[in-house]
């Protein structure tokens, strides 16, 4: 609760509204206590009686009746009365749409209708129907308001609902056999219920707009008992003569639907599972660049330069250290990967290498990253979006999720070439066909105007594959690109990149978590822990003498075929949390060789030539 509390309050306005919310609540709540007049005594010498008039601080209405008793009760009324409407509205509509998301097929369709041909009368005609028919009174206005608000609450909740009920923790579920009932209430539920609360957060404001809107005709409350909306209605033949009488309950409608809407905004964004790291700003274009040091002096050791990077996620007061200082290099023709545990740094530091971490809350907070000399991190963003698929391109882990799935492939192609080159669209489509051949995708001409649904996970990567390649980049950057695919079409795909890095001449950094990879691919080899590289090397000599402890650790978790009984390994304890990491060597914790002084001062990467260990007390001498 503190935490939603803390996200809540980040949103100035959110707090203002449920500030001034909390305030109109107390108030309303203790007015039966207060010593105020009978809001409907009357007194007709005292009729209309101007504001901070003896006994009477907001004046009186046409009656003589105190404005300020009036409007504390009749506040207290029409919240009441919104409330109540939305809480109807909310559980009535919910279960309408949880019953025919859940079910679908013919239940669906005749409950959606039904729901259709509600939402085919525009709703305060509805409401203004529903109160004829019912009667004026202000329970017949509550039940209208909530009946027209009901169909969107179920329009909402089914489409959620339709989205979870194919999921496979359903199907679990009645694997396990649980009845419809208890996979509703305990396994539907829970997860719709933040749009539920979203939604009646966002709508309790309009509620109490509808609500005043019938009693201003006179279809809600009757006299004597006043809402908000009545006394409107009863001071419109005095707006010119005595306009304080409207003003009153203007102002009140206006703060509490001004101020329920800006607490639901941020309530929304609380909820927002997206946004619960804290940041609840819209992404910058461009990862931001906070470099607290000195640039560090140019270098050109290859294509692409990595020099003591730093990335940092700022979520509040805590400071995650993704990447602490990495320096790495690749050139033409090279292939570098980047092996580590998950949460190493891998990733993010491939992505800041064109700005792509968001932000908030990534900031690059030291380090340059070149190309060819030119450094990436003070360019500018035109600059920079020129670079990015130009000379430096991306294969993304899952190419199911980068791939827009409203597009035709060949389309999506054609943009990534045309957006850098002022190329004909027969051109250009030309172009797109080649590029699927040369990734040998099998009748390449029909795949172009097939979407990404429609081909297997090995055809979507060397999409991935072709789209990196429309540009004729110089360095490709590949993330993953063979995760979650089977080992021939995982062959396919490396045999692929290689030849087409030879080829070509391109650069590649290869991120991966698999030794037989960097062993099939690449030429050196670093690897990652906690944001820094503590091995490197070219990548045979690291396979057969690897340095590090933690090399060492994780070639052993590697199975090897026809080896006999070997012992398959695997590195006690768990990687440490970047906010917090130990002093010294951040492998100590989980090392059998650490000894005191490696628990002690900044350990360096350190060694000869082409091999360098972050270690001091290594297995193998550098």
Known sequence: MGHFLKLLFRNRLAALGAT??????????????????????????????????????????????????????????????????????????????????????????????????????????????????????????????????????????????????????????????????????????????????????????????????????????????????????????????????????????FLIVMSINLLGDGVRDALDPRLKSGALSRPRAVTLVDRKGPVPAAEQRGLLDLDALETQFHVGKRVYRAVGGVSLYVKSGECVGVIGESGSGKSVTALSVMGLVPSPPGVITGGAVRYEGEDLLGARYETLRRRRGENVAYIFQDPLATLHPLYKIGDQLIEAIRVHHDTPPKEARAKALDLLRAVRIPNAESRLDNYPHEMSGGMRQRVGIAMAMANDPDVIIADEPTTALDVTVQAQILALLDDLRRERGLAIIFITHDFGV???????????????????????????????????????CVPELGSGKRKLASIPGLPPVVDNLPEGCAFAPRCDKARDDCRRGAILLAGRGLRAVRCIHPEEAV
């Not at 960097?518 to 820094?532: F, P």
Request: proline share 6%; charged share 10%; net charge neutral.
């Open 518 to 556: 960097v062993a099939q691919l690449c030429d050196r080899v670093a690897v990652m822990y906690a944001g820094r590289i503590v091995e490197e090397g070219p990548t045979m000599q690291v396979l057969d003498a690897p340095a590090h402890p933690y090399t060492k650790r994780l070639i052993a």
């Open 20 to 253: 001034v919310l909390s305030a109109l609540l107390i108030v309303v709540l203790i007015t039966p206590l207060l010593p105020l007049p009978d809001p409907n005594a009357t007194a007709t010498a005292e009729r209309f009686a101007r504001p901070f008039t003896e006994g009477h601080i907001l004046g009186t209405d046409h009656l003589g009746r105190d404005l300020l008793s009036r409007l504390l009760h009749g506040t207290r009324l029409s919240l009441a009365v919104g409330i109540a409407a939305a809480l109807i509205a909310a559980i009535i509509g919910s279960t309408i749409g949880l019953v025919a998301g859940y079910f679908g097929g013919r239940i669906d369709n005749v409950i959606m209708r039904g729901i259709d041909m509600l939402m085919a009368f525009p709703y305060i005609l509805l409401a203004l129907a529903i109160v004829a028919a019912l009667g004026p009174g202000l329970m017949n206005a509550l039940i209208a308001v909530a009946a027209v608000n009901i169909p969107f609450f179920a329009r909402n909740i089914r489409g959620i609902t339709v989205g979870l009920a194919g999921r496979e923790f359903i199907d679990a579920a009645r694997l396990s056999g649980l009845g419809h009932t208890r996979i509703l209430v305990g396994e539907l539920l829970p997860n719709v219920l933040p749009t539920i609360v979203i939604a009646m957060s966002t709508t309790v404001g309009w509620m109490i707009l509808e609500t005043a809107g019938l009693s201003f005709l006179g279809l809600g409350s009757q006299p004597p008992v006043a809402d908000l909306g009545s006394m409107l209605g009863e001071a419109r033949a005095a707006l010119i003569t005595a306009p304080h009488t409207s003003v009153v309950p203007g102002v009140m409608i």
